[in-house]
């Protein structure tokens, strides 16, 4: 078949490597530069999601963790088994046996692709790691692994594999409108046709429909997730639990700094993507309450948001998980939802759906 896949972030560059590499004629659309968006802006995790078991997404964290696996053998210059700590105080956050019980399934969820075991550290281990570190109230940590990658460098090659195996890359060309009967209509005014249009743009993938006349069963919800990057150096990551609200953040070593986030922020559809100072000031609270040395707006060296397209639930958004909906409309199929980790397996179920159209 000849199928358009529109949005080279990750979903879409993956959905299109795997029909391409089926034998499919694929044209990649995509209204700026690959990789340029959202899919770059993410925490640079390649991960099942840990926080995810507390709300019993037990098959959405598996899956990632086996692609987890995917990604560190496929690309290892630019994915790498990173260590985390996950710091526990008295009287604060989610107690030891509840992140204890959290962990010990990760591992047995990992399987074989385990990254490594978790494991306990007594509290002059974990200062002695991790200089620095405010000491009171801490009881220990817990050490376990995740992946860590350089995300627009990993998709960027994901997106050379994609060409390698034959898909078509129209960077700087923006879909307008798709057709149930596979039609296409770029913003340039071209008048395509092909066999399959695979709606895969991400925060943008609703309003596509939308202006294309094609009603949705799904709504996306749109969350915004901004990071900070200071100067220094870690000798590993941690995950900890913000103090205003015990949500789950990161403190990680990257590219040479110091990366901290992320926030979930409702984001109004067309709005800039920035982080607001609202976010930095979480992020920074966040950070002062761990460590010894403060800092405040000043130590920012930059910062960067992404938009996360999650279905919409009613509630909190913090609530929403990172699962997928698949929908169709005649030839055009579209994908709500997704993760960077798992990308390469909801580009095979994508590339499932549009050989049933055959």
């Known amino acids: 078949m000849r199928i358009a896949v529109v949005g080279a972030g990750i979903n879409g560059v993956m959905t299109a490597w795997a029909l391409a590499r089926r034998g499919h004629d694929v044209v990649l659309f995509e209204r700026g530069e690959p990789m340029g968006e959202t899919s770059r802006a993410s925490t640079k995790l390649l991960h099942g999601g840990l926080r995810y078991l507390e709300t019993g997404h037990v098959s959405l964290v598996r899956e990632g963790l086996r692609e987890r696996a995917w990604w560190i053998g496929q690309a290892p210059q630019l994915a790498h088994r990173l260590e985390l700590l996950a710091p526990i105080r008295r009287g604060e956050g989610r107690p030891r046996w509840m992140v204890k019980a959290g962990l010990v399934l990760y591992d047995l ?17 974990v200062l002695a790691r991790m200089p620095g570190l405010r000491g009171e109230r801490l009881d220990g940590a817990y050490s376990f692994w995740d992946g860590q990658m350089d995300d627009r460098a990993l998709g960027l090659w994901a997106v050379q594999q994609a060409q390698a195996a034959g898909v078509a890359l129209r960077a700087g060309c923006e879909v307008a409108a798709v057709g149930s009967g596979g039609e296409l209509r770029t913003a340039a005014g071209e008048a395509l046709r092909f066999d399959a249009v695979c709606n895969v743009a991400g925060p943008w993938a609703e309003r596509l429909l939308a202006t294309s006349g094609l009603h949705s ?20 990551g941690l995950l900890v639990q913000a103090p205003s609200d015990d949500r789950v953040c990161f403190i990680l070593p990257y590219l040479g700094r110091v990366m901290i986030g992320t926030t979930e922020v409702e984001h109004p559809a067309g709005e800039p ?10 992020l920074i609270e966040t950070w002062n309450a761990y460590f010894e040395r403060p800092i405040g707006a000043a130590d920012v060296r930059e910062s960067f948001a992404g938009v996360r397209p999650l279905i919409a639930q009613p509630g909190d958004p913090n609530a929403n998980t990172r699962e997928h909906a698949i929908e169709r409309h005649g030839r055009v199929v579209s994908v709500f939802g997704g993760k960077w980790t798992t990308s390469r397996l909801l580009g095979e179920q994508l590339a499932d759906e549009l050989e049933r159209l055959e």
């Open 109 to 125: 969820l990992s399987g074989e692709r385990r990254l490594g075991t978790h494991r306990w550290l007594a509290r002059p281990e």
């Open 273 to 282: 993507i920035l982080p607001s100072d609202a976010e930095r000031d979480y």
């Open 217 to 236: 069963r799904h709504r996306l919800r749109l969350v915004r997730g901004s990071h900070l990057l200071i100067d220094g150096k870690l000798p590993c």
